[in-house]
């Protein structure tokens, strides 16, 4: 069990002031590790990073072809959005293709991190609603799949027959059985796994065939390219997945999940990338995240978005530079 | 040079799912270490912590009686404030009372965490001050500082008198002359010291007496004793400096920083501490602190103030529960 290692550093003036040490993978197809940095067998939670996985079952079911769901359903099925006009407003039309509303929702309100949202909402006096959570597209997913299946409401208990399937579907492409799970921030059982394991699925995803053989690998094909044609559905303008997804411009899809963990899906190479800051910091799992895809040649080290999360400087709120954060030696 | 300390986890359902490490040290008057945790030696910026070390020369200058400050003014110039109206409407009184504005101040504007200032701007349409920073106790004290000696109007710039007497000071009450500065989000310089410095220079403020010998022992008193007279000044409503000051009965002043620094000056025991989470997790300083303070039997554990930072239950978007953070073994 290897210790993780430094991999994003704050420098202030002349000292360094903060470190965040992490765990990476990076797999092919047949979970054959190419990098490593830190314990690939460290224990962690997806989060959100596994959105992809948790949709698996929603298309595989016939659930999505049943319903007519486009990519923009299944990107948003993936996503982590910040609550913009551009996702509540299709969240709210898929709940009534669905003959449901706000309130069939299980995840919870949350205030929306897209400004313009959240100052009508405030100007308005108004609360957010369950449609407003980032994972309100996953959320919809779910009970798209489980009015298909005729199951019961409550689907974000852990016995659930959706959670269950899950979990198989989960134990299956991370290669790994769940050793168990824990509550996520929606309230959805969100199952453990290696970071050697998320890495393996997202390779999966990453060497899944639209005309494949299985059920599974033309869902996974399909969720991918969703995700890939419609960056700003899976996080929003601004966001570290949508602006690192243009800016490698189709070629990979990547998600962030809470508590510092990273995925990337890279088609044309073939590969998956798992990883996980263990302090839960985002800024670190951002740069950590840029630096690895700048290493593999997919992002330009120079892009804008990309200088935004590595080796961005830091200012203060008058506009002098103060800092910098950047990647460690180990992923430099 | 020992390796930082696990100080904070997160624990989410069976499994460990974050972890921030540590320096702390808590020493008496004389410098002598009690206790500590990683390296004594580790170099940090104090950031906001060390506050109440930058208005020292305010008071020993004789700037502060010249003006006629009382201990609310001492309170907020060590303090972070969430730019709640307590706070604004104050130091726009000392602004004038100086016959200056927020055009004077040099710590940028900054949005305020306090909800009702915060929701008033964002529904009349308004920017924030420089006001609303939550430095501008602080940067009043400094334009009181430099009005009474005649100095220019950049206060902020290192070769500033202002802050050339401030890194005097800074270096002899930590004991160590100081390798440098890095700019502060407010502009400042902030001025770099060793863990055991910072504590050291919290024990002088401990151990100062109001009838000291010292202009500079009485000038700590005095702001030892504002920080304990108006925790409400030095912080705000629902913040860690506030509730855990209020928890603690007056009888100790703490003061969080960036980057998750958090010092402590206990008068009783005539003691200091300072502590610095590696990866500058505000959450983890927090609870590392009360851990720290509840270990020295001068905080209550099962407080409401103590336990919503410290063995803290974590709750999904519905109310769930979903998780705790807590001390590790070393501040358990």
Redesign the interface.
């Known amino acids: 069990m290897a210790d993780p290692v430094d991999m994003v550093e ?1 420098w ?4 360094l ?5 992490g765990h990476a993978v990076v797999c092919d197809g047949s979970g054959q590790i190419l990098h490593a940095w830190g314990d690939p067998d460290q ?3 997806p989060r959100s990073s596994c959105k992809m996985i948790q949709a698996l079952p929603l298309i595989e079911s016939g659930a999505a072809a049943a319903h007519g769901l486009r990519q923009e359903h299944l990107a948003l099925a993936c996503a982590s959005h910040n609550g913009a006009a551009i996702h509540t407003d299709r969240v709210n039309a898929w709940l009534a293709d669905l003959g449901m509303a706000d309130a069939n929702l ?5 205030v929306p991190d897209d400004k313009d949202a959240k ?1 009508a909402l ?2 308005a006096h108004e609360e957010p609603c369950q449609v407003h ?1 980032n994972c309100s597209g996953k959320h919809a997913g779910f009970l798209t799949f489980g009015k298909h299946m005729g199951w019961g409401p409550e689907y974000t208990e852990v016995d659930h027959p959706m959670q269950q399937e899950i979990r198989t579907t989960f134990s299956e492409v991370t290669g790994l059985e769940t ?9 959805a059982p ?1 199952f ?1 796994t290696t970071v050697h394991g998320l890495a393996c699925a997202m390779a999966f995803f990453a060497t899944a065939q639209a005309d494949g053989a299985s059920a599974r690998e033309k869902a996974a094909a399909a969720l991918r390219d969703a995700m890939v044609a419609y960056p700003e559905l899976v996080a929003g303008e601004g966001r570290a997945c949508t602006e690192l997804m243009r800016a490698m411009g189709g070629k990979v899809a990547i998600k962030t999940g809470a ?2 963990v990273f995925t990337a899906i890279l088609p044309e190479l073939g590969l998956g990338i798992a990883l996980k800051i ?4 985002t800024r ?1 799992s951002e740069c950590a995240i840029a630096a690895i895809l700048v290493k593999l040649g997919v992002l330009d080290p120079e892009h804008p978005a990309t200088r935004k999360r590595m080796n961005a400087i830091q200012y ?8 910098i954060i950047k990647p460690a030696v180990a992923l430099a």
């Open positions: 704050l202030r003036g002349p000292f002031e903060s470190v965040h040490r224990l962690i939670y299980r995840c919870g309100p949350q100052f405030i100007r959570n050793p168990g799970y824990g509550i996520d921030g929606c309230s969100n453990a508590e510092a263990v302090d839960g910091t670190a203060s709120r008058r506009g002098l530079e103060a800092g």
